[in-house]
């Protein structure tokens, strides 16, 4: 797929460019794997300042995940997380590592650390350190659990997804449990983290004093799923898995026409009368057991089982063409080569090249934030381990003035 050319992007020095506000900002990012780096590259986007600091023999985990890579060999699991960053390769075991990580406190506005709770106070960096270093530092933490017994657990996204119930809730009834394969939970933890920075460098306008921010994967999933949480509470119901349906709503789910998959969303009773009509199952809408949609989803597996029986008559593409043009809301399940090539994708310019001297297909998705039109600026492309450890990091004239 070719993208339109885009030359925005450089590895010198940050310039002020498109609408992020976080241009007089600097972030010491401490952090790997996916949640942490994730968070970071939200703030890069936004402009600010971002210098990873990666332990000096194989940096950040996703440096080594994959396939797929890039054709340099670069990991595309790094390369989503890390844009809009320069890397300093620093030794925290070392007393020299530590000294210059001291001094990059002292004139950072925030650091993002997600190491094993504790792992910050054991190389002295603890919270009440940090606040001796810099009292308007913003400080934040990404674990797995939060406080608790289980606080010193490792936790990755599928782990938390098992414990906080949310992969029992996903998969085919009768099935075995199925991961949501994409990391929603540290991603979400990572959206968490920045919305918490943001606010405390509200704060700090308004106080003159930095705070500590904190969110876990846990806590991301129980926000994932607090209808199946409370329902418990509320009736004592205890969500199973749906498969592609969705809890307290029917049909609204994938289903098998003659040639693919389509979900088809009907959402309420105008849209029910719709589709009964389009499917020329007039019946359907004074059977009891689809009267009406808490009728439907208690009985949401016959229905689907009829529903299915009409589908296979046609195309998949030909149901989706009728109940576009009666506005039932539908989609074709498709491949991601499909997604890529939509046209309405591409007029989100959601995918975009970034410039890399070594690869020229290069691209990045864009973080979903259009401001009067804009995406965030395209900056750096995705440092190699250490590459910026020989710049100087002093803070600029434009910093020292603001404190």
């Given amino acids: 797929m070719d993208l339109p050319a885009d030359t925005s992007a450089t590895t010198g020095p940050p310039e002020p460019a498109g609408p992020g506000s976080l241009g007089d900002i600097r972030v010491l990012d401490i952090t790997t794997n996916v949640a942490g780096p994730f968070a970071t590259q939200v703030l890069g986007d936004l402009g600010a300042d971002v210098i990873k600091v990666e332990r000096p023999s194989g940096g950040d985990d996703t440096r080594g995940w994959g396939p797929p890579y890039w054709p340099n060999g670069e990991s595309v699991t790094f390369s ?13 075991s070392s007393d020299e590592g530590r000294e ?5 406190v002292a004139e950072a506005d925030v650091l993002v650390e997600n190491m094993r709770p504790g792992a910050m106070d054991r190389l002295g960096f603890g919270d009440d350190a940090l606040r001796a270093l810099n009292p308007r530092l913003v400080v934040c933490h990404i674990t797995g659990f939060g406080p608790g017994p289980s606080a010193a657990k490792p936790a990755y996204d599928p782990l938390m997804q098992a414990f906080s119930g949310l992969m029992g809730i996903v998969g085919e009834p009768g099935r075995a ?14 959206m968490w983290a920045v919305i918490g920075i943001l606010n405390a460098l509200r704060l700090r306008e308004q106080t003159g004093a930095g705070s500590v921010v904190a969110t876990s994967l846990l806590e991301t999933a129980l926000q994932w799923e607090p209808a199946q949480l409370l329902g418990v509470l509320a009736d004592g119901s205890v969500a199973g898995q749906l498969g592609s349906a969705t ?42 057991r689809f009267v009406d949609n808490g009728s439907r989803f208690r009985n949401r597996e016959v229905l689907a089982e009829e529903i299915e029986v009409e589908l296979k008559s046609r195309p998949a593409q030909e149901w989706i063409a009728t109940f576009e043009a ?21 007029a989100t310019g959601a995918v975009a090249p970034l410039e890399h001297p070594e690869v020229p297909a290069y691209a990045t998705v864009h973080t979903p934030v259009r401001t009067d039109g804009e995406h965030f600026a395209l900056r750096r492309r995705p440092p190699v381990l250490g590459e910026h450890s020989l710049e100087s990091f002093e803070g600029s004239a434009s910093r020292q003035e603001r404190r």
């Avoid at 989503?80 to 925290?92: I, P």
């Avoid at 210059?100 to 990059?104: A, D, I, M, V």
């Avoid at 994938?254 to 389009?278: C, M, P, Y």
């Fill in 177 to 190: 449990p199925v991961r949501i394969p994409v990391s929603v939970l540290d991603k979400g933890a990572g």
């Fill in 100 to 104: 210059r990580l001291r001094g990059l």
């Fill in 247 to 288: 809890l307290g709503i029917a049909p609204y789910q994938a289903f098998l026409a003659q040639d693919r998959h389509l979900v088809i969303a009907v959402g309420n009773e105008r849209l029910w009368s719709k589709f009964t009509a389009v499917m020329g199952r007039e019946d359907w809408r004074t059977d009891e």
């Fill in 326 to 346: 009666v506005g039932i809301p539908c989609s074709l399940i498709r491949r991601v080569d499909e997604v890529l090539r939509d046209e309405q994708v591409v």
């Fill in 80 to 92: 989503t997380l890390n844009r809009n960053k320069r890397s300093l390769a620093l030794d925290l």
